[in-house]
């Protein structure tokens, strides 16, 4: 995980909708992303709006507002954990739905609608969902693969010819890539930008697109969490189905399921009139109160631009359970769920299907439970979100939490412990421990040529402990902190802190074992065998205007400031050059 997101493995398992992995999110047992306070808090008994039915019955009604009132003692604990996770995660509200035997059992809401606000969130209660967007994007791109009007096995430019990518490896980008994360390009998100219906087209086509993405490393290498994928799936969307994609996802996926609640306008949210404000922070440290039409982007709606609540998007957890022929014949919903390519971060337990992750196996503290789960989170500034199913059993649940980074872990072990019908625990399979005595394997220097790093030294000390240094990095002015050790949370997988984010570091085997490529979200190195020394060299450079971090709550400028830094050493003839402000922009932008 968002992992997914940024952060530490033991924190969500759905954080980051980005490296996400039950097998290895809860392996140091549950615990708090924050120990920061609620501005608002909602008691777990029976106060604010509940949508429950009897202890075993599914909700009836509408939205799922069945009726108002305690709630059944089969899910007070759960309730109980949430609110008291959701104050420890510095989020005013939250809402939860949960499903068992494909049905809503219960769907509850705690706490206020936003850090200024007073009112309670509802079971009913819009919020933004970030990249749980994509899943919504992944079943309309299939109702056009169940026409015979989109191919997943086909070249990208067989829809978009005019798709505005290095033609170098452009050729070779296949739809299959773009779903299942395995395109190569770099992530690339504008957080506020052109909202229009020909945003996306304008965007994905034009000549800043062509200059601002680009591919580290080539299609099909290996699994990266990358928003531009999911743009350009919106597109294949866009230009098969004959409609805006919001129009398109709407007709063919949101009605056919009486995701009546679901929206992708600000503006409609805003008339809806039930939805909560985000918490933020604005990038001089300010408090950000998020409204839903603080920001806006056309071209990254795809990717993460939805607003549902638990109880709506509980409609389409539904569908991944039980199918609906009116959205997809049954083995494309099945294809979407199933294991397309690992995600190497959970052994060969974890792998990444068409905007879904896949765990075969949960791991919670010192024990396995061997039961496929299906999941994926979203992030956006204000907002965190999650879904899980467990298809074996029917179990589902919902989350959604108005601050950033507010993904759910003690909860999420309540409810999969007492209600998700989980296996019996084994022994965590062996294949899931660091192996220590192997980490010399990953010792050397490698090299990416974007200028986002340039050369990174990994190496194992006598305690086989793992350091990292970044020769092109450390003279930059001002300097870019880092750690120069990395933690082991599964075989391959690392996690390391730069700028004061945490990241997943995965060392990529090939074929033999050996080590071809050290992964992360941000850059992709390869080792050098004799990797050329940095030389002296390089001038001043500024952000150039095409990475951007956080906005402001005013809808200004990004608070990069466009102020020239030091330039590292140059990498040599025929690379970029260092740029610092890639990496600092990087690191502050958004992931959804």
């Known amino acids: 995980m968002p992992s997914r997101h940024r952060f530490s493995l033991a924190c969500s398992l759905a954080a980051l909708a980005s490296t996400a992995s039950l097998v290895l999110a809860l392996g140091a047992g549950p615990v708090a992303c924050s120990s920061s306070s609620s501005s608002a ?20 009604g509408g939205d799922g507002a069945a009726g108002e009132g305690p709630i059944p003692a089969r899910y007070q604990a759960l309730a109980t954990a949430l609110d008291a996770e959701r104050a420890k995660l510095g989020a005013s509200g939250a809402a939860v739905a949960v499903l068992e035997h494909g049905q809503v059992t219960f769907a509850h809401g705690f706490g206020t609608k936003g850090p200024k606000s007073s009112d309670p969130v509802r079971a009913t209660t819009l919020f933004r969902i970030g990249s749980m967007t994509k899943a919504l994007t992944a079943t309309a791109f299939l109702s056009l693969v169940a026409e015979g009007k989109l191919d997943p096995s086909a070249p990208v430019t067989s829809a978009i010819p005019d798709l505005a990518l290095d033609k170098t490896y452009l050729p070779s980008l296949t739809f299959h890539d773009v ?17 229009s219906d020909g945003a996306l087209a304008a965007m994905l086509t034009g000549a800043s697109y062509a200059t601002t993405d680009y591919f580290m490393d ?9 928003n531009p994928n999911f743009y350009i799936a919106g597109l294949a969307v866009e230009r098969a189905g004959g409609a ?7 007709h063919r996926v949101l009605q056919p399921l009486g995701m009546t609640r679901t929206f992708f306008l600000p503006a409609d949210v805003k008339a809806d009139g039930d939805f909560s404000d985000g918490a933020s922070t604005n990038p001089d440290g300010t408090p950000w109160d998020v409204a839903p039409d603080a920001y806006d982007n056309g071209w990254a709606r795809p990717a993460g ?26 083995a494309l919903r099945q294809d979407m769920q199933k294991i397309e390519v690992s995600t190497l971060e959970g052994a060969s337990y974890d792998g990444y299907g068409y905007a879904i992750f896949h765990d075969d196996g949960v791991r919670i503290g010192g024990q396995f439970y061997p039961t496929t789960v299906v999941f994926h989170g979203g992030d956006i500034p204000g907002f965190a979100a ?26 999420l072990v309540e409810a999969l412990t007492t209600l998700a019908g989980l296996a019996q625990p084994t022994a965590v399979p062996p294949s899931l421990q660091p192996d220590p005595t192997r980490f010399h394997q990953l010792a050397g220097t490698y090299y990416e040529p974007h200028g986002v790093v340039g050369h990174a030294v990994i190496g194992v000390n006598a305690s086989n402990v793992v ?66 020394p940095p030389t002296d060299g ?39 050059p260092i740029d610092p402000a890639v990496l600092r922009a990087a690191l502050r932008t958004p992931r959804l």
């Open 538 to 576: 390089g001038a001043p450079s500024g952000d150039g205007g095409t990475h951007e971090g956080g906005l402001p709550a005013d809808g200004g400028a990004p608070a990069d400031g466009g102020a020239a830094e030091g330039a590292g050493p140059s990498p040599g003839p025929g690379h970029a």
């Open 41 to 60: 808090a909602s008691p777990a008994d029976g106060g604010g709006d509940s949508a429950s039915g009897d202890d075993a019955g599914p909700v009836e």
């Open 305 to 330: 631009y939805a607003f549902s609540s638990v109880v709506d998007y509980a409609k389409f957890v539904q569908f991944l359970y039980a199918g609906n022929a009116a959205v997809l014949p049954d």
């Open 244 to 250: 805006p994609y919001k129009d398109a996802v709407a």
């Open 179 to 195: 779903l299942s994360h395995q395109s190569g390009l770099k992530d690339y998100l504008v957080i506020s930008g052109d909202a």
């Open 467 to 532: 350091t990292i240094d970044l020769p092109d990095i450390d003279p930059v002015t001002p300097a870019i902190p880092y750690d120069k050790t990395m933690t082991a949370v599964s075989p391959n997988v690392f996690t390391w802190t730069v700028q004061g984010t945490t990241i997943d570091v995965t060392f990529v085997p090939d074929a033999t074992g050996a080590i071809a490529w050290m992964r992360t979200r941000y850059f992709a190195a390869q080792p050098q065998q004799a990797a050329p």
């Open 386 to 411: 999650d879904f899980y199913l467990v298809p074996s059993t029917g179990f589902g649940l919902v989350l959604m939490a108005n601050a950033d980074g507010a993904h759910f872990s003690t909860s």
């Open 218 to 226: 080539p299609p099909a290498t290996f699994w990266n969490y990358s």
